[in-house]
Structures are given as structure tokens and as C-alpha cells.
């Protein structure tokens, strides 16, 4: 179990370019999850998912935003034309969906987002 | 809807002293809550849950939380901080009703002075 990993850790990019961020969950993990967090509060959730199913997005998941995890394993979220309030911290979070409502989230470190 | 509430945006301790970190919460139908910690450049680490089970729960670190449905709280408490306590702890709630996602609360700064 080498926990969950997220990459890259920090990324600068101007505004109007795209980026995208990887998460690889712990492995066997069918649940998978990704926040974003801004300075003094607390991790606000954007999408999830259950293997490759996309089950439930955020009305903060703009049309810039999209995620995938292709084959239920890793998972990537790109955001399209950036702003300077996309500047954030990206969390991503995996569970193995054995226990429903109380399933334990692993986090991963995060992807901090600046953008110019 | 649920959310949570973390009264004390900051909270600063002594080492040795008592740790008191206070968590309300709002939800519709049963809860369940979640208290987690944040290190710095570190991602979030599961402290304890309640799940309707014991009232009084115990974490890792030395850490418990109990739950109050008069009070509609959840604090977590620690008898005695140490100088590694000092991170960002986050409630949670998520509901009974089967929705994965959990509501974050703001967080709270724990400082501890030596």
C-alpha cells in the first residue's frame, strides 16, 4: 500500500492555458474522488467516481472542468482555459467503497494550482 | 442539506494542556462525522469517525470525539498536546442516507506553544 499519489505536487500556468492533473489511488480502491481546497477552507467536493462510472459531479465542476479514470484505475482532471480563481489546491481521495456513507478516504498530497 | 461549523478559526494551547476543537454540525437525517487532520504539504488523515455506534469515539494520536445529538456537536478533545498536534483539523459530515460525499467544515489551526 503506497498510498495515494497525485502529480504533479505544484503547477504555474498562465491564464487561458490547459492543465491537467493525475491521481493514482491506492490500488483495488473502486472509489475515487477529487476536492479542491482554497486558502482557509475546507476541501469542497468536485466529482467522484466508482471503478470507471462517473457518479456525481458538483455544480462547481464548471463545463472547463472534466475528469476520467479510464479501466477504474488512475484518474485525471483537466481544466480547460484557466482563470486565476482556478487557483487552488486539487485533492484527490480514494476509498474502497465497502463501508457506504462511512467509508475512510485516503488523500493524496495534493496538485497546488497557480494561475498567472 | 448538511454542514458543519468550526467555531475558532485558530485555537492555541499550551504543550501539556487540553486540546478542545469545536464542530457543530446540520444534517436532516442521522449523521455521520468525521474529524481529520492536515499536515503541512501533507494530504488529509482520518483522526476518527462516528457511526452511530459508541457515542465516544477514539481516534488515533490520543484523540476522541463525542457525539451529542442534543447539541448537535461533535468535539474532538485530547488531554495533553504535544508540540507534533500543531496541523489543520477538518469535521466532516456526510448522512446516513447513502451519499458518499462528506460536507468539510472551514478548519481549525491548532497551535501549540511550548
Known sequence: ?116 | AQSVTQLGSHVSVSEGALVLLRCNYSSSVPPYLFWYVQYPNQGLQLLLKYTSAATLVKGINGFEAEFKKSETSFHLTKPSAHMSDAAEYFCAVSDAGGSYIPTFGRGTSLIVHP
Open chain 1, 1 to 116: 500500500d503506497t498510498g495515494v499519489s497525485q502529480d504533479p505536487r505544484h503547477k504555474i500556468t498562465k491564464r487561458g492555458q490547459n492543465v491537467t492533473f493525475r491521481c493514482d489511488p491506492i490500488s483495488e480502491h473502486n472509489r475515487l474522488y477529487w476536492y479542491r481546497q482554497t486558502l482557509g477552507q475546507g476541501p469542497e467536493f468536485l466529482t467522484y467516481f466508482q471503478n470507471e462510472a462517473q457518479l456525481e459531479k458538483s455544480r462547481l465542476l464548471s463545463d472547463r472542468f472534466s475528469a476520467e479514470r479510464p479501466k477504474g484505475s488512475f484518474s485525471t482532471l483537466e481544466i480547460q482555459r484557466t482563470e486565476q480563481g482556478d487557483s487552488a489546491m486539487y485533492l484527490c481521495a480514494s476509498s474502497s467503497g465497502g463501508q457506504g456513507a462511512t467509508d475512510t478516504q485516503y488523500f493524496g498530497p495534493g496538485t497546488r494550482l497557480t494561475v498567472l
